[in-house]
């Protein structure tokens, strides 16, 4: 293989990386204002370094992350709970992510509305977990919430 060719298959790749990489940025920016701009109190606390992934505080106690994973052109977003420490993190859902910005092959990532939409559902078992111990006078933690959301993700 030639230099010439190398430096346009390396043109290639770096310009597909790029494109993937803008448009999780426009994924993080659209999730981030669909958040702060919504009228809706979610309890949700913003520490933010979309490089890596969004991190959002849950009432106070545990963190929730939002991250793009599998390595280098990794498509996969991650939706994880953990302790308000980052410890003890768990899987809670994962969407794909295009790189003509795509989620789950339908929703723009530059449609706030319809980012956060799907961001909510992602963690409705978060909420319906927390609920329902709230309801009921049980304590909840951190393994009953994965799972839980882990068993709903799955059906």
């Given at each position: 293989m030639t230099i010439w060719e190398i430096s346009e298959k390396a043109d290639y790749i770096a310009g597909r990386h790029h494109l993937l990489q803008e448009e999780w940025r426009?994924?993080?920016?659209?999730?981030?204002?669909?958040?702060?701009?919504?009228k809706a109190r979610l309890h949700h606390a913003i520490g933010c370094a979309p490089e890596q992934q969004?991190?959002?505080e849950l009432f106070g106690h545990?963190?929730?992350?939002?991250?793009?994973?599998?390595?280098f052109n990794g498509h996969t977003i991650e939706y994880a709970i953990a302790n308000k420490d980052g410890s003890d993190k768990r899987l809670i859902a994962k969407a794909q992510l295009t790189?003509?910005?795509?989620?789950?092959g339908v929703i723009s990532t530059h449609d706030r509305e319809k980012v956060l939409e799907h961001y909510l559902e992602k963690i409705a078992t978060v909420y319906d977990s927390l609920y329902a111990a709230m309801e009921n006078d049980t304590p909840i933690n951190l393994s009953l919430l994965a799972s839980s959301a882990h068993a709903s993700a799955l059906a």
């Open positions: 426009s994924y993080c920016n659209a999730l981030v204002q669909g958040i702060t701009l919504s969004l991190s959002f545990f963190t929730v992350t939002v991250s793009l994973t599998g390595g790189s003509d910005g795509k989620v789950d």
